[in-house]
């Protein structure tokens, strides 16, 4: 009776039967509070936010049961602005994961759709990047680089090395299963254009390794997008690693980005980590120095991170952040998330806020 009061509740988006060997789940995660931003154009000003320690989710997943080891997989995921209630990023539904496969106990996993690719796979979600612990969404890369002018993007250098979860449309994605602590992975997106196969298709790897405590893995990515009637590329590379040692989990960071339409490039490294204070008290901080290159004007910025956080229970918790850049002279701060930079080369962000997850 629960398997099949399960399928009626999800059959507006699917269909559905009910084997014992199945299942279907509904989970998500929510955040939003009150930011202050000391500058943008030369103003501060106080706003609600949402979506900004963890991205406001709905996600559909399952799996099938289809014996000897091997199971078929699927994932639906929706981000939306709290705020307004609107799809995001581009206003459709799923725009964030859509994919279904194969997941096997001997060969890995093959899956097909909109996917992430091995910057979010190998480096965030291998907990190599301190953003996972602090502000999230602020505390991924921008700064003083619009002139790195990437493709379809809102600041030309938002999330610029993709950690915060950019799909590959069209893709086909393999991930290997751990032989003695390695992993390994590889997708392809197809771009789909008539006579030319290789045009708006993207490309990433990425090898991971895990040991105790210890976890390290490296990834690159390569999107082609036209621009212009002009066809380039957009690359990203990066390696990080992780180590927890009793309450405390540090990480370290480094990840790099080449617009090849331009020759613009921006590298940065990351040191961070969390302390588990008490099972409901975590703080947790991050610094990072990111370069760019004289075609982004020989720019450079510092950014400084801290957040404390409540467990009010294990789904839900309240906190307290700080974030602060600083970059050159003559340059224009701008931390992530923040669609106007500000007027100065300095920017500060603090915010309370509440996440729970489902």
């Known amino acids: 009776m629960k398997a099949k009061a399960l399928c009626a509740a999800a059959a507006l988006l699917f269909a559905c039967h ?20 000391s500058n943008e154009a030369g103003s501060h000003v106080l706003k609600f936010d949402d979506g ?16 000897g080891g091997t199971h078929a997989v699927f994932k639906l995921t929706n981000q939306f602005e709290m705020g307004t209630g609107s799809f995001m990023p581009g206003g459709s539904l799923f725009s964030r994961e859509a994919f279904v496969g194969l997941d096997d106990n001997r060969f890995g996993k093959l899956t097909f759709g909109n996917q992430y690719d091995f910057m979010t796979d190998s480096l965030f979600f291998g907990l190599n990047d301190a953003a996972i612990y602090t502000q999230g969404i602020y505390d991924f890369r921008n700064g003083p680089f619009a002139k790195l002018a990437l493709p379809n993007n809102p600041t030309g250098a938002f ?26 992975g590889a997708m392809y997106g197809f771009g789909g254009v008539a006579g030319s196969f290789g045009s708006n298709s993207g490309a990433s790897a990425g090898i991971n390794y895990t040991h105790g405590a210890f976890g390290a893995a490296a990834a690159y990515t390569e999107v082609k997008t036209a621009v212009s009637g002009v066809q380039d590329s957009v690359r990203n590379w990066g390696v990080g690693a992780h180590y927890r040692i009793g309450s405390v989990t540090a990480t370290a960071l480094y990840t790099a980005v080449r617009n090849e339409l331009n020759g613009a490039q921006v590298w940065q490294t990351e040191f961070g980590g969390l302390w588990q204070i008490a099972p409901e008290w975590s703080l947790s901080g991050a ?26 229970s294990k789904r839900t918790g309240v906190y307290v952040a700080g974030l602060y850049q600083r970059a050159n002279q003559g340059a224009n701060a701008q931390i992530n998330d923040v669609m106007v930079a500000s007027g100065s080369a300095s920017q500060f962000i603090g915010r309370i806020g509440v996440q729970t997850r489902f």
């Not at 610094?287 to 950014?303: I, L």
Request: hydrophobic share 40%; glycine share 10%.
């Open 159 to 184: 999330d610029w090395d993709r950690m915060a979860g950019v799909a590959v449309n069209n893709s086909v994605k393999y991930q290997s299963v751990s032989y003695g602590g390695f992993s390994a």
């Open 287 to 312: 610094y990072m120095y990111m370069k760019g290159n004289d075609v982004v004007d020989n720019n450079h910025a510092h950014q400084l991170t801290a957040m404390l956080n409540y467990q009010l």
């Open 18 to 37: 009910a084997y014992a060997q199945s299942n279907v789940t509904l989970s998500g995660m929510l955040d939003a509070g009150v930011s202050y931003v």
């Open 52 to 67: 900004i320690a963890v991205p406001n989710l709905l996600m559909f997943s399952g799996q099938e049961d289809l014996g």
